[in-house]
């Protein structure tokens, strides 16, 4: 057989070229030499990309950083927080009792009065009279009763005479009959007598005068105590919130029906403030007095003390709810009617309860895990029963134990069986910094 690779040679003429991709002169054997290059190029980068893959995917194995934290046991309170509204202890519009034209004011809008300041005095013409009358009636009375004092004393020393001369007289009358005459006994007696009925009378008279006395000082308190209505005072400790009447205003009594009968102003006792807490009726069995809540002023960025006063212990038909009032001190005036507050009334509370805090349970629907991190250092997705909730916190009534690890924070990127790298983080932090 003759050679392909050798015709041209033994002919001497040239012969078409049976692979056209080939150049004249080059043997099969060059010609094969490329693709084997291609082929083994080929293959190394197929190694090659196999082998990133490989490194990508033994990267995405490598274990996380997660936080996690310990459940522990813990006390745990669930509050009820409700907005309510500040309003004063007491608020009155101060009324004058008598009626007159407005000597002096001596408060304005603002002013801090203290219980029994003069806030304002009235002028009263006629009362003035009526006082100076009743105190010389008064006075006339006293004199009465000097006199029947006095005529009681003569009475009773007339009596004590005549009683004696007429014991004597009778002494005698009864040892020696002949040394007096019965006339002159006789005489004794009814002098006696007299002298007794005028000691009666006296005293008769000596207890009118007393009588007419008392009668005269009543009238005289009386008339005094509505001049006295004539300085209106504070009834309690608070703060002018509001002024009606100036210098020179006429006022009617507080007791008037006429429109003009308006209030001289209008006081606060801004002391002591009351919330008015509508409490659920679910919530209604944990409302006992005497109990503390948490009184929160955003106005303010601070939080005040209060305490359960008072409640009405009857459901309300149309919002199903109590109302309950919390008493706080406002001793430094910091506080203002008006201004509102968010109060936390504690309504359950559990004592020494497996706890972890809220970032710790992933929740949908009636469903909730958490992210344990077992002793492998792989998460463990565990199915956990929640019971009380408060803030911050949740109480694990099952699915975990004390002491378990549990990753805090978002868990959407981890997987049944992970491995992970916990960084404990301590409870009282997370908390801080929610």
Known sequence: ???????????????????????????????????????????????SRQSTGSAEAA???????????????????QTLRIAAEF???????????????????????GDRVKKGQTLAVLEVPELEDEVNQAAAAMRQSEQEVEQAQHELKRAEADYTVAHLIYSRLDGVMKTRPELIAQQDVDDAEGKDQAAEAHVEAAKSGLAAAQEHRSEAT???????????YTK????????????????????????SSEKQALPVVKLSQNGLLRL??????????????GTAVSVEVQALSRTFDGIVARFADKVDDATRTMMTEVDVPNPKLE??????AWVSFPVKATKNTLAVPIQAVSRGGNKATAYRVGGDNRIEVVPVTIGLETSNRLEIVSGLAEGDQVVVGNTSQLRQGQVVVPKPVDLSEMEGSR
């Open 87 to 109: 309003r004063p202890f007491q608020e009155i519009d101060v009324h004058a009792k008598v009626a007159g034209y407005v000597k002096h004011i001596d408060v304005d809008v």
């Open 335 to 340: 506080l203002v009617p008006g201004m509102y």
């Open 276 to 289: 008015d807490i509508p409490v659920p009726e679910a919530d209604v069995p944990a409302v006992h007095l």
């Open 1 to 47: 057989m003759i050679n392909d690779e050798i015709i041209p040679a033994m002919s001497g003429r040239s012969r078409p070229c049976a692979h056209p991709c080939r150049p004249p002169g080059v043997t099969l054997r060059d010609a094969a030499l490329p693709s084997l290059l291609i082929g083994i190029l080929l293959a190394t980068a197929g190694c």
């Open 232 to 255: 209106i005072t504070a009834p309690f400790d608070g703060v002018v919130t509001w002024r009606y009447a100036d210098t020179g205003a006429m006022v009617a009594a507080g007791t």
């Open 59 to 77: 990267e995405g194995e490598q274990a996380v950083n997660v936080a996690v934290t310990k459940v522990v046991r813990a006390d745990l309170t």
């Open 218 to 228: 009543a009238n005289r308190a009386r008339v005094q105590a509505l001049y006295d």
